[in-house]
């Protein structure tokens, strides 16, 4: 069964470094996502792609944060400088279609993020 | 603004029913996502409703009443490895995203 990956599965940095997180979706969806969720508490919508272009993004996706699409597989999260605050589990998912048309969203396992 | 409310907790035995309920306030409902999501793991698909009425899909049902604005998960057959946390999740029309609940989280004891 096609599944979306991500890497690395836990990024330790420092505080102020950027970090690039990466996703491939699964190959015929259209919509990608990115999620994060910090310790305990619940999962957390930061924005999403359709058409290489950003279609929406929360009050988190500040300028610190970009997408980017390099190529015809790959999606990815920058933080450009890291806060202790974005220490997280951050999620990649995908759909075939938008998720108010009701297209489940498959989600990846997962990057941890540790800020220091 | 979004409101979703479901219980934090609930314990439950092994071969039983549990019933997880998940009340919402949402502007441009379209329907629900039932998700899981085992500790430090990804959410999986459970389940979705459009419509009112019962969804069953194996050992997992799930049910939407949009004029009451509640949903409900029921899992059947209660396995150990149900241990998990149990996401409600409404779409909305004119949006994308997913917006979670803080989830229940479900023991199975035997």
């Known amino acids: 069964e096609p599944e979306v990956t991500q890497t690395p599965s836990h990024q330790v940095t420092q505080m102020g470094q950027e970090v690039i997180l990466r996703c491939v979706p699964i190959?015929?969806?259209?919509?990608f996502y990115w999620y994060r969720q910090i310790l305990g508490q619940k999962v957390e919508f930061l924005v999403s792609?359709?058409?290489?272009?950003?279609?929406?993004k929360s009050e988190i996706f500040d300028d610190q944060f970009s997408v980017e699409r390099p190529d015809g597989s790959n999606f990815t999260l920058k933080i450009r400088s890291t806060k202790l605050e974005d220490s997280a589990m951050y999620f990649c998912?995908?759909?075939?279609?938008?998720?108010?048309?009701?297209?489940?969203?498959?989600f990846g396992p997962g990057t941890r993020l540790t800020v220091t | 603004g979004q409101n979703i409310d479901q219980p934090t907790e609930m314990t439950a035995t092994e071969g039983a029913i549990v019933q997880i309920n998940c009340t919402y306030q949402?502007?441009?409902?379209?329907?629900l996502f039932w998700y899981q999501q085992h500790a430090g793991e990804a959410p999986t698909f459970l389940s979705y409703?459009?419509?009112?009425g019962l969804e069953e899909k194996g050992r997992f049902s799930s049910f939407l009443s949009r004029s009451k604005g509640y949903s409900y998960l029921l899992l059947k057959e209660l396995q150990m490895k149900d241990s998990a946390s149990y996401l409600c999740?409404?779409?909305?029309?004119?949006?994308?995203?997913?917006?979670f609940g803080t989830g229940t989280r479900l023991q199975v004891f035997p």
């Open positions: 998912a995908s759909s075939e279609d938008g998720g108010g048309s009701g297209y489940e969203q498959y």
């Open positions: 190959s015929n969806h259209l919509y």
């Open positions: 792609f359709y058409n290489n272009e950003i279609s929406e």
């Open positions: 949402t502007s441009g409902f379209n329907g």
């Open positions: 409703n459009v419509l009112d």
């Open positions: 999740a409404p779409f909305l029309y004119n949006t994308d995203k997913l917006i």
